[in-house]
């Protein structure tokens, strides 16, 4: 038996097309469908002008574009033996930006579309969940719009802003502006407090027992409740191999099939349009299904996001967790909001190291306009997981720009011989339920998995 | 109110990056319990809702305000919503609803979805009524303008709609009450552009972005800098220049550089000779005010 079903509220739609066969899942085909060929507007784009568009690929996670946009110009730079040494101050900046963007996702991620799916399940009354209309509902948009206000002070708005440039930053914030960021994360801190976890930041933050589990209350217990109840603890897993791409102050890059090594070999990573449809009805395989390339790195399909880069740094609380229930639905969704606890509380410290007196910008010494033949790459740990930029400049202009987003590494199709992450981790589900949860738990982005 | 007397709003979601969206989920929280209170959000493709999309379609279910963010194509290979072309959904609620809103500057005129020079058809909601449903609605297409619009153009729209009917709009089909203005009103860095300082070099408080960093706020019609972003900032006052994105050509090329020629920008402020604007920058220049040559705190 096929079953078609329409996934939504995923920033766009996918289909799920399922084979059965008695009542269990043998085979799990995700259709992207919708493509708007960022990579072809690029080409013959003033360099520059990168920083505008990529941003514009996800509405989400601009930022992680903007920065890996950002890098991969000054990287060309780089190559050229041009080297910008960026100030502490700009380097802060730009990290602090992402980090913001990062928390802001995953709470809006946990209660816009975690929750009502998972609820769903019970019986039980949590109608204040419900979008739209539950308190809880409406006071995570509350608190989401706080948090990314912190943002828009120095990058003067968000979503879509272009505040990192080659050479650092175009804001110059005073410390009254880095006092307001702290308070706006002082409210996240409050809200993870009181209404999220019910604990305070710093036990939490000592956690490193998977008992420790029992120490959470309010609304993330009941996330972990519901998981038990309904077997999110057992189903969901996949390779359990994770990758990493690049580190920062919470980051570490390295890879995992089984044990940890912290170094990756971006030549290693290889994109293939075996299922993919192609602008060019010629150049296009007989078998392709969707708009989604997959990915993969020495050969091999890697699981990356927030369970890849707590595993990889080895965080206590979530490395715990990871031993006792495996790369679960629970584990994944436990490592995102454990990452978001993190990130509030080293972006505080961050700020608190901005030296106001430095400058936020050195001028490069020459225009990416006058460049006549160059290449660069970068890599961000974004929302989702890491993220990959490939450029090639000629005569002043892009010749090509390659997107390799995390959701491609984790939503992509298979090869001939292996399913992707997503695909194997819904492989042998018995219901599109938890097959749709399973999905979900990768925090799906189908504008950032076609882009 | 009771919950029927609400006017129903749907949002549609065509060729975007959900920036409208999530622009619109960032608004302040007060305004957004107030939007919520007084309509009814029937469908959201990022939210939960009650009703799917194609239950509203095969249920002709009638509404009042049609969101539509991203723009349109009736091209199936590369784009469609729950198996309809953007051009075919679009034209079957248009039937429906009351008014119609093109939140962002994709869904006005194409935006940068339209640079997708492969996919030959993407154009804004008002190239792509289809002929019978042009003249359908009873008042004009209202283009909410911007990439992203922001959420307090639409609130207000959505709310001068529900008490008033109609709105003035410009020749662009945008709202002339949100969109008189420029950008360039209320910029803190006014001052410099009067006495024409420009900034150094990215990074600075101390500066007009005009002269050097491809500012287009006197010449983009918005009122950024009245309502501000996030309740915090903007572009021009954190130090970005405003790139136009609320206008019809946007996006531009270049857009972090001023085009000059013989050190004077190719396009000056809007309806501002350009001889003029010449004598005025010579003699603004004379002055050398002290206070605008120097860091703004010590
Ligand atoms: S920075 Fe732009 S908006 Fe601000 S004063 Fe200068 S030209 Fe006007
Ligand atoms: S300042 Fe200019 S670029 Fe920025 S949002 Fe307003 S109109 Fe758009």
Request: with cysteine; charged share 25%; hydrophobic share 35%.
């Amino acid at each position: 038996m096929r079953t078609v079903d329409i996934v939504e509220r995923i920033e766009g739609e996918a289909k799920l097309v399922c084979t059965w066969d008695d009542k269990i899942i043998t085979n799990a085909q995700i259709e992207f469908l919708n493509f708007r060929g960022f990579e072809y507007i690029l080409e013959k784009k003033a360099p520059l002008d990168a920083l505008i568009y990529t941003p514009r690929i996800c509405g989400i996670c601009g930022q992680a574009h903007l920065k890996a946009t950002v890098e991969v110009l000054e990287n060309i730079y780089k190559n050229l033996n041009y080297e910008i040494e960026l100030t502490n101050k700009a380097k802060l900046l730009r990290e602090i930006g992402l980090n913001i963007e990062i928390i802001d996702s995953h709470i809006k991620w946990f209660y816009m579309f975690i929750m009502p799916d998972i609820t769903a399940l019970s019986s039980k009354d949590f109608s204040s969940y419900k979008p739209l209309k539950g308190e809880k509902w409406l006071k995570s948009s509350f608190i989401t719009s706080e948090i990314i206000k912190s943002l828009a002070i120095i990058g003067g708005q968000w979503p879509h802003t272009s505040y990192m440039v080659p050479g650092g930053v175009v804001s110059d914030p005073t410390l009254l502006d880095l006092t307001t960021m702290k308070n706006y994360l002082d409210s996240a801190i409050n809200f993870f407090e009181d209404d999220f976890a019910g604990v305070c930041i710093d036990d939490y933050l000592s956690f490193s027992k998977a008992e420790d589990l029992d120490k959470i209350g309010k609304d993330l217990k009941d996330f972990i409740d519901l998981c038990f109840e309904h077997g999110f603890d057992k189903i969901g897993k996949s390779y359990n191999r994770h990758l990493v791409l690049s580190s920062t102050e919470l980051f570490k890059v390295g890879k995992s099939n089984k044990r940890v090594i912290n170094r990756v070999d971006l030549e290693r990573i290889e994109e293939s349009c075996e299922y993919t449809f192609n602008i060019d009805k010629n150049k296009q395989s007989k078998e392709a299904y969707t708009w989604a390339k997959n990915v993969r790195y020495a050969d091999n399909f890697f699981e990356t996001g927030p369970l890849s880069r707590a595993v990889i740094s080895k965080r206590a609380f979530i490395s715990k967790l990871h031993e006792k229930f495996e790369d679960s639905v629970l584990t994944r969704v436990m490592a995102r909001m454990d990452e978001f606890v993190h990130l509030l509380y080293i972006t505080k410290n961050l700020i608190s190291k901005i030296d106001i007196s430095e400058e936020s910008f050195v001028k490069p010494k020459i225009s990416l306009n006058e460049i006549k033949n160059a290449e660069a790459k970068s890599v961000v740990e974004a929302s989702r997981g890491s993220l990959f930029h490939d450029i090639s400049i000629k005569d002043g202009k892009i010749s090509k720009y390659n997107v390799i987003t995390p959701t491609v590494w984790n939503l992509g199709p298979g090869n001939k011989s292996e399913p992707s992450v997503a695909q194997k981790a819904i492989i042998g589900l018995d219901s599109i339920e938890k097959a749709e949860i399973t999905l979900r738990s990768f925090d799906i982005c189908s504008v950032c998995t076609t882009h | 109110m009771k919950k029927d007397k609400k006017p129903k709003v749907l949002w549609l979601q065509a060729i975007t990056c959900n920036g409208n969206t999530h622009s619109f989920l960032s608004a302040n929280n007060n305004r957004m319990r107030l939007f919520l209170n007084s309509f009814d959000l029937i469908y959201h493709p990022s939210l939960t809702t009650d009703i799917t999309i194609k239950e509203i379609i095969e249920k002709k279910i009638n509404f009042d305000f049609l969101l539509v963010e991203g723009a349109i194509s009736s091209n199936k290979e590369f784009f469609s919503i729950s198996g309809y072309s953007p051009y075919e959904m679009l034209n079957i609620l248009v039937k429906r609803t009351k008014y119609l809103i093109a939140v962002g500057s994709c869904a006005s005129y194409g935006g940068l979805h339209a640079k997708f020079e492969q996919n030959s058809d993407i154009q804004g909601i008002g190239d792509s009524l289809s002929a019978e449903n042009l003249y359908i609605l009873k008042h004009p297409v209202v283009n909410l303008t911007g990439c992203p619009a922001h959420p307090e153009w639409i609130i207000q729209t959505l709310f001068s709609l529900k008490d008033y009917g109609k709105m003035a709009l410009d020749e662009k089909g945008r709202p002339k009450e949100l969109y008189y203005g420029l950008a360039h009103h209320g910029c803190t860095r006014n001052e410099y552009f009067e006495w024409k300082v420009e900034v150094k070099h990215f990074g600075l408080k101390e500066g007009c972005l005009f002269y050097e960093q491809g500012c287009r706020g006197p010449m983009t019609h918005s009122n950024c800098n009245k309502i501000l972003w996030n309740d915090v900032s903007t572009k021009t006052r954190a130090g970005m220049p405003c790139i136009g994105c609320t206008e019809f050509d946007f996006p531009r090329e270049n857009m972090l550089e001023t085009k000059k020629n013989i050190g004077i920008p190719n396009e000056v402020p809007l309806e501002v000779s350009k001889r003029a604007y010449l004598s005025l920058t010579g003699v603004a220049k004379t002055f050398k005010i002290g206070r605008l040559n120097k860091k703004l705190i010590d």
